[in-house]
């Protein structure tokens, strides 16, 4: 067979942890945002009123999502700005010791480093040889206004003790963020039963396009805005709102994290343990 008759084969796509493809329905969703509803959420017209509407929507889906409500929840670009919005946006509003888990995102790590190098107090927290935090070995007591961690692992899939550590947290008088990133739409995820002040979403990481993020912020929980202009946002992150991608994340987080969940953790359970399941290693009938 000749090279022009070989005929290459789609790959399989296995990264989703990475990032998962746009789900159809938050296609569908987004669409008309993309075309003929092109107004400014600022503007005071129709066109503006509609899509201040459909924003308002998303924000309810995405807070159902969470547990929290429409008016904690903060859209963003992205994970990293999200993570960057309440590492800093915290350190602008609090003094005293930040903690952060040996296993972050760097767009936790870096924030964090940034601040050690401004002069502030910061610390890593350790991990046991599992990839969990290794709650003895805390040092967080009064001082600490803000500790970080990630809900589920990126690379090794290791869930934390979130609602330990925010019990810990909340005794010392600090702060909790939790990056949620790659466990929204794989595990239930709720702020209240974490115990965290915030929380970050991405959208790309649960059928939502790549661009759009949120973040959580508990009400009373003090944080100010990185970044300065127009006010949306509640102040917190100024600039003239992604519609398109907003009503897509509003659309996955109804659809596919919220309503599917259980449907699709049972579909990866089953994947999970299918490997084990049919495969009888050589030396299992001497253990």
């Not at 870096?110 to 050690?116: F, I, S, T, Y």
């Not at 692992?153 to 019990?167: D, F």
Request: hydrophobic letters at 45%.
């Amino acid at each position: 067979m000749g090279d022009a008759e070989l005929v290459m084969a789609d790959p399989i796509y296995l990264d989703y942890n990475a990032t998962t493809p746009l789900d159809p329905q938050a296609l569908k969703a987004m669409l008309p945002w993309l075309k003929g509803s092109y107004g400014n959420p600022s503007s005071e017209h129709v066109y503006g009123r509609k899509a201040k509407e459909a924003i308002a929507e998303a924000r309810a889906e995405v807070a159902a999502l969470i547990g929290a409500k429409p008016d904690e929840i903060v859209f963003t670009s992205c994970a990293t700005e999200a993570n960057n919005l309440a590492v800093l946006g915290v350190a602008r509003e609090r003094r005293g010791r930040f903690f952060y888990s040996a296993v972050e995102h760097p767009s936790v790590v870096q924030p964090m480093k940034h601040l050690a190098a401004s002069g502030r107090s910061v610390s890593e927290i350790p991990v046991e040889s599992s990839g969990r935090i290794d709650l003895g070995r805390m040092e967080i007591g009064p001082g600490t206004a803000l500790v970080s961690a990630m809900l589920a692992n990126n690379e090794v899939g290791t869930l934390q003790p979130i609602a330990a550590l925010a019990r810990l947290t909340k005794a010392a008088g600090a702060l909790l963020h939790v990056d949620a990133s790659q466990a929204i739409g794989k595990i239930a995820v709720d702020v209240n039963t974490l115990g965290c002040d915030l929380l970050t979403l991405a959208g790309h990481k649960f059928y939502a396009p790549k661009g759009i993020g949120a973040l959580y912020v508990r009400t009373g929980t003090p944080v100010s805005a990185i970044q300065f202009g127009g006010g949306q946002e509640r102040g917190l992150r100024p600039g003239t709102e992604n519609v398109p991608h907003i009503v897509a994340l509003g659309e996955a987080a109804h659809v596919v994290a919220r309503l599917g969940l259980s449907t699709e953790n049972a579909r990866l359970t089953s994947l999970r343990d299918m490997p084990m399941n049919h495969f009888q290693p050589p030396w299992s009938d001497t253990i």
